[in-house]
């Protein structure tokens, strides 16, 4: 069965510092995607990231980093450097094909606080 | 501007009232989705549509009826709804079904 697990509830740093926020998936298919989206207090989803499961490159965009490794289903968000206005909570998602419909299963999201 | 827009942004409505939420949206897509957001609880998918047919009907309660008219227009329409059934209700559209999804800003429902 799909699942997407963000075991870190809620993390708080003080802004400079690197954040990870974890995420680890289950999937019974070869052919999915991975997504990370933002939250920030507005309220309005923010794509960040898609990612084919063929492509295990590590992605840098600016001070988003992102570490796929599909030996151990996780795909991790790291946070170079924080500042205040990443504070938001980030959810990891998974989009794979079942049945001939898809599937876009979501976790519960990590809460992350940058302190000034 | 992501592009999806959702009407109304608010919305407080009683057990016995009926109304409908819409969606647009401006980017040519194909798919689009209603997702429910409630606090503590994952993003849930409710329904997807893919050229106007729906193709995903995550086991949803039948007092939310979905409507596709077209590819652009997305409708959720509401009745003797429940004060559990508050919520964000999301709005995403992608060019085809498992792509990226962009999301509209989300109707804040309150059922009183």
């Known amino acids: 069965a799909q699942k997407v697990t963000q075991a870190q509830t809620e993390i708080s740093v003080v802004e400079k510092e690197d954040v990870t926020l974890d995420c680890v998936y289950e999937?019974?298919?070869?052919?999915?995607?991975l997504f990370w989206y933002k939250q920030p207090p507005s309220g309005e989803l923010v794509f960040l990231i898609r990612?084919?499961?063929?492509?295990?490159q590590n992605e840098i965009s600016g001070r988003y980093s992102w570490n796929f490794q599909k030996s151990t289903s996780s795909f991790n968000f790291t946070i170079t450097a924080s500042q205040v206005v990443d504070s938001a909570v980030y959810f990891c998602?998974?989009?794979?094909?079942?049945?001939?419909?898809?599937?876009?299963?979501f976790g519960t999201g990590t809460r992350l606080k940058v302190l000034a | 501007e992501t592009g999806v827009t959702q009407t109304p942004r608010h919305l407080v409505m009683g057990m016995t009232n009926k109304k409908s939420l819409k969606c647009e949206q401006h980017?040519?897509?194909?798919?689009m989705y209603w997702y429910k957001q409630s606090a503590k609880k994952p993003l849930e998918l409710m329904f997807v549509?893919?050229?106007?047919?729906?193709?995903e009907n995550n086991s949803v309660p039948s007092r939310f009826s979905p409507e596709c008219p077209n590819s652009s227009h997305l409708f959720l329409h509401l009745h003797t709804l429940q004060p559990e059934d508050s919520a964000l209700y999301l709005c995403a559209s992608s060019q085809r079904v498992g792509g990226r999804e962009y999301f509209g800003p989300g109707t804040r429902l309150t059922v009183t």
């Open positions: 998602a998974l989009s794979e094909e079942f049945s001939g419909t898809y599937k876009y299963i």
């Open positions: 999937t019974r298919d070869t052919t999915y995607y």
């Open positions: 980017l040519g897509h194909n798919a």
């Open positions: 990612r084919n499961s063929f492509d295990e």
């Open positions: 549509y893919s050229l106007e047919e729906r193709v």
